[in-house]
């Protein structure tokens, strides 16, 4: 959807140009108008980030529209309107999107909006894929892979560029998945990476111990062996206590 407003002193043009929006184009909203250069210096002082596309008439009731650029940051698209070609080197002097000469036409009006449409569309943001959540993963015992639920797992660490998963059983178990790879495929709510080399599980934690320095040292849950450090780092300490929380 475009968002529209018309600065046009002639009621007549303003709805000639309304019912053409409206009939031609449907993605156009007309979000308001005004009439003199002094409105449309209030409505951009209050409202200058709503519109996309501004139509302005060059011709106003106090003046021109010239005066309005000197006088007010326009951030929307600007499409001069006007039954005068002797203002175009002006309006490309400020900018102006496009230069419709009244009656305007359909085809001109497309070629304008197809010209907003396009550069939206360059500007939105590209949507990140989500990592759909993992509820087990693969694990080597000897020659043989097998699933461990995520539902069972202590800790993954990473050591002599290896990653290790600790289950709440204190088994251990080398994975094919980086740190940063598993980290991305957890529960957020029930994982937390403690520093660059260990994830741990709320599950896994029995209490936590304040160190100097601002680290904290974790002691694990009855029954779950410590095979690395266990301990969370000073810039992760605050987050670390929020998510504990």
């Known amino acids: 959807m475009i968002q529209a407003f018309i600065i046009e002193d002639e009621p007549m043009a303003r709805r000639s140009l309304e019912n053409l929006l409206q009939t031609h184009f449907p993605y156009v909203s007309v979000i308001g108008w005004a009439g003199s250069v002094r409105d449309s210096l209030r409505y951009l002082a209050e409202h200058g980030d709503e519109p996309d596309v501004i139509f302005m ?109 600790v289950t709440l059983a204190s088994q251990r178990y080398l994975v094919d998945d980086s740190l940063e790879v598993a980290g991305e495929q957890l529960p957020a709510g029930k994982f937390f990476r403690i520093s660059r080399s260990v994830i741990l599980s709320s599950e896994a934690i029995e209490s936590v111990l304040k160190l100097p320095g601002g680290r904290m040292k974790v002691s694990p849950a009855p029954g779950i062996k410590a095979y690395t450090d266990l301990t969370v780092s000073r810039s992760r300490s605050d987050e670390f206590l929020s998510w504990l929380a």
């Not at 009731?61 to 001069?80: L, Q």
């Not at 070609?85 to 309006?91: G, I, M, P, R, S």
């Open 57 to 165: 008439d060059v011709e106003l009731s106090d003046g021109n529209c010239f005066e309005i650029f000197r006088s007010a940051t326009i951030k929307a698209e600007v499409i001069m309107t006007t039954a005068y070609d002797n203002y175009a080197v002006n309006a490309f002097r400020v900018r102006s999107l496009d230069y419709l000469l009244k009656p305007i036409e359909v085809e001109d009006m497309h070629r304008a909006l197809s010209r907003i449409l396009e550069k939206q569309q360059a500007s939105a943001p590209v949507p990140e894929k989500a990592t759909p959540v993992r509820e087990k993963f693969l694990v080597h015992m000897g020659e043989r892979i097998v699933p461990v639920a995520v539902k069972d797992i202590a800790y993954f660490y990473a050591e002599d560029k290896q990653v290790w998963l």
